[in-house]
């Protein structure tokens, strides 16, 4: 198939609507819908963790996306065969230094607070860029323009916005071990947010300038504008800026992460549901079954995650190491110029 012949979408209309460009709108109306219900302001104790209905059930989302990872990474023989001290030394070594040591599991638990906002950004510029390469555009055209467009909308929101402090507040746990080095990071934090607001303001408001500036420029030297590419970074950059930006820690926390996991495992099935089929003999000649029973055992994990406390020190551990590890091995596993991917 041609270039100018390609699919705009990734998948198709119906599957990349579904699960790929309305789930940051629909997120966002679900957020405000249930944000008033019992759902969500009714408390209760899972263990050490204080919970609401939305948050509980996010929480199994996200540890079900985060698992997911590893059947593109250990479950791909192709991918498999690339990587194996990334793939099989990495892990364990990285589980010992969790369970061994206290300053390193509470550090590993701060890396992932903010290597997620970043892992997020990169995603949603994953999808733009596929979706831009579909319409016929070079790969490099525009890249580092979408890569920072998308990294200014996730974290400049919350850099600017109401949940830096709880961002932040992850850093607490290093005093209760002992050292004040951080202690003060969220007093100066509070102490300096109105600048942090209207700088993040001034700065993004440029940004967004010169990234219209410069594909209108990149447009009449015949670049295709991809309607695909604009509506996500639209609605996402909206639904970012709505969320970390103005709304509660609570709500903000269920919108984002809902729809990035919901495109996840969306994307992982358009990957490895093939294969995975496959595996399952029979089974898997039923497409709605291996369908489900993929979302069932992915499910069933984020379910036990989000129960583990801190008090069952080992199974805790691994949920941290299967959270780093989703983070970085999406750094190269779903590289656009790997023949794998």
């Known amino acids: ?69 590893l059947l593109r990474s250990h479950g791909n023989p192709a991918i ?21 040591s206290a300053w390193i599991a509470l550090t590993s638990t701060v890396v992932a607070v903010f290597w997620d906002v970043w892992h997020s950004g990169a995603q949603t510029f994953g999808f733009g860029r596929i979706y831009d390469r579909n319409v016929g555009n070079p790969p490099q055209i525009g890249r580092r323009l979408d890569y920072w467009l998308n990294h200014v909308l996730y974290a400049g929101p919350i850099l600017g916005g109401v949940t830096l402090i709880d961002h932040l507040a992850q850093l607490d746990g290093y005093q209760e071990l002992g050292t004040l080095l951080f202690v003060n990071v969220p007093v100066y934090a509070v102490s300096f947010r109105r600048v942090l607001s209207i700088s993040v ?49 609570g709500e903000a926390f269920f919108i984002m992460n809902l729809f990035h996991a919901v495109q996840y495992l969306a994307l992982v099935w358009v990957t490895e549901g093939r294969s995975l089929a496959a595996r399952l003999g029979p089974l898997g000649r039923h497409r709605v079954v291996a369908w489900t029973l993929y979302v069932l055992v992915l499910l069933l994990y984020g379910l036990g995650a989000e129960i583990v ?33």
């Open 1 to 69: 198939m041609s270039e100018s012949r390609r699919s705009p979408y990734l998948v198709s209309a119906a599957y990349d609507w579904a699960f790929f460009l309305l789930p940051p709108l629909v997120s966002l109306l679900l957020g405000i819908v249930l944000s008033r219900t019992p759902l969500a302001q009714q408390r209760f104790w899972v263990g050490q963790h204080e919970q609401t209905g939305t948050r509980f059930a996010v929480g199994i989302l996200i540890h079900a996306h985060l698992v997911a990872a």
């Open 201 to 249: 303001l001034v700065v993004g408001t440029l940004f967004l300038l010169v990234y219209v500036a410069c594909y209108v420029r990149l447009w009449r030297k015949g670049y295709r504008v991809s309607p695909l590419k604009v509506f996500l970074f639209t609605t996402t950059g909206a639904c970012s800026v709505y969320t970390w930006g103005l709304n509660s820690w």
């Open 80 to 100: 498999r065969r690339l990587h194996p001290l990334r793939f099989f030394v990495v892990p364990i070594v990285l589980f010992l230094a969790i369970r061994s």
């Open 309 to 341: 406390d801190l008090k069952h020190e080992t199974l805790w551990s691994i949920t941290m190491v299967v959270s780093l590890l989703h983070f970085w091995y999406d750094g190269f596993i779903w590289s656009v110029v790997k023949k794998q991917i």
